[in-house]
């Protein structure tokens, strides 16, 4: 099987929806871009329906546009529904193969819920979590398609709102600092009218 796998990628963000990512982490992933890593991105849903967007082609068109922009080496989303996204099993597995494909070092997730905002997001934390457990399982082959077992050795968290998270014992902030690169985090950030709606860094 591993002579069928794409080539790794060094770090992979998720995110519940197309835009996610680029408002959580979009100025990380393009400082690691330029650092030499391989980034991908992995959006669970594709967004829609959402106010000013006409719909799925749209917002494929702008996440594409978004991780070009980025520099990142490979976007998919998964399919899953928008707005009626629970943590199961099928999500789970699904990104389980993602990781198990791609083989990342790294792990990007959603750090928490989002009050007045997406309960999807919520979701997505447990998603993450469960299928970087799920990538390291073995005796699992057969609900892999015999994808080899990848053990994720580090999963970071990322929030999608203002200020500084509040954190829970033993959990300490990173902060990367993204001088320089503000103005290509706002590019992904912003392309197409939806992505720009919100006025969210």
């Known amino acids: 099987m591993d002579e069928q796998l794409p080539e790794p990628l060094d770090v992979i963000a998720v995110g519940a929806h ?5 408002i959580g982490c979009g100025g990380t992933l393009a400082r690691l871009v330029d650092q030499g890593l391989r980034v991908g991105i992995v959006d669970i849903t594709d ?20 991780a070009a922009t980025l520099g990142v080496a490979h976007r998919e989303q998964l399919g899953f529904p928008n707005r009626r996204l629970f ?21 990007l997730g959603l750090g928490d819920k989002t009050p007045l905002a997406s309960p999807d997001h919520a979701q997505a934390v447990a998603i993450t979590e ?6 390291r399982l073995t005796k699992w082959d057969d609900t892999f398609d015999g994808l080899p077992v990848h053990t994720v050795p580090n999963l970071l ?14 959990h300490w902030p990173l902060v990367v600092n993204i001088h320089g690169l503000l103005d290509r985090k706002m590019a992904a950030r912003g392309v197409g ?9």
């Open 18 to 22: 197309p835009d996610d990512v680029e």
């Open 47 to 66: 967004g829609e329906p959402t106010p000013r967007s006409s719909g799925p082609a749209q917002r494929l068109a702008e996440a594409t546009a978004a």
């Open 87 to 107: 943590d199961g099993f099928e999500v789970r597995v699904a990104l389980a193969k993602v990781f198990r494909r791609f083989r990342p070092q790294l792990v």
């Open 130 to 135: 469960a299928a970087v457990f799920y990538s």
């Open 157 to 170: 968290s990322y929030f999608l709102f203002a200020g500084v998270a509040d954190l829970p014992a033993s």
């Open 193 to 201: 009218p939806h992505r720009g709606a919100d006025g969210r860094l």
